[in-house]
């Protein structure tokens, strides 16, 4: 049974920092493409930036320049670095990965979520 484990999220002050992670535990054949969205009370859940096994990444437009997302493919873990961070980043950020299971076809994998808060 595969499953992703988050971490680093908090309360920060705008303008803080802070390093989101993301490692799948359990066994499987590959694993592609990793990301991270959020959900903000009361609105729906938005990508906020991807990166495929190549290492090609994609961001929000709201977070271009502030955001970095990297992974280390020896330890299957992706990270989200958030640098300059504003009020309106406060939200639950869950880990997704898509991954082929042995003996089985490429799904999507997801998070429990880790709650970033910012405020002064």
């Known amino acids: 049974q595969v499953q992703l484990a988050e971490s680093g999220g908090g309360l920060v002050q705008p303008g803080g920092s802070l390093r989101l992670t993301c490692e799948p535990s359990g066994s499987f054949f590959r694993l592609n493409t990793m990301g991270w969205y959020r959900q903000a009370p009361g609105k729906q859940r938005e990508l906020v930036a991807t990166i495929t096994s190549g290492e090609s990444t994609n961001y929000a437009d709201s977070v271009k320049g502030r955001f970095t997302i990297s992974r280390d493919n020896a330890k299957n873990t992706v990270y989200l670095q958030m640098d300059n961070l504003k009020p309106e980043d406060t939200a639950v950020y869950y880990c997704?990965?898509?991954?082929?299971?042995?003996?089985?076809?490429?799904?999507?994998?997801w998070g429990q979520g880790t709650q970033v808060t910012v405020s002064s």
């Open positions: 997704n990965a898509y991954i082929k299971p042995y003996g089985m076809g490429y799904r999507d994998y």
